[in-house]
């Protein structure tokens, strides 16, 4: 291998490892509030919203523990009325649920009805609300009816 050549590999090999490092300490400093976790212990489930506020607005550290305070306060109101609105608005998607239910298990035999019950109380289960919440099918181990 000549010499021109493996300072070409070389200097190849240290771009695509500066790339990497790179890429990875950018990810790590967006994800930092993540990996910490110390506002969302204290019960900030969005830190970022917080710091945006403190930097825009200039807080004083007394005023940026009140809007801590706030944030977290209003973050457990939102996650309740969304638990409540998801409750109210259901109803819908578990009627639609229900009739295709209904069909499916008309075209079944008793034994594979047996079976589908199963998996249609898992689905229910996992999806109360009548549908794929949350982005849709995870991934991982499927149990023994094959979901």
């Not at 825009?56 to 940026?64: G, K």
């Not at 409750?87 to 499916?104: N, T």
Request: proline letters at 4%; a positive charge; one cysteine or more.
């Amino acid at each position: 291998m000549s010499a021109r050549l493996k300072g070409v590999a070389v200097l190849l090999a240290v771009f695509a490892l500066g790339s990497v490092a790179g890429g990875g300490g950018a990810y790590a400093w967006l994800r930092r509030d993540d990996i910490s976790g110390s506002e969302e212990q204290r019960g900030l489930r969005n830190p970022r919203r917080l710091r945006a506020l403190e930097r825009s607005l200039d807080l004083t550290p007394t005023q940026r523990g009140q809007v801590r305070a706030i944030l977290a306060q209003s973050g457990d109101q939102r996650r309740q009325l969304a638990q409540e609105m998801f409750e109210r608005c259901g109803d819908g998607l578990r009627a639609q649920h229900d009739a295709v239910s209904a069909q499916i298990r008309a075209v079944l035999t008793p034994a594979q009805r047996a079976r589908y019950d199963v998996i249609d109380a898992h689905q229910r289960e996992r999806f109360p609300f009548g549908g794929a919440m949350g982005g849709g099918r995870r991934r991982g181990p499927r149990g023994p009816e094959g979901f």
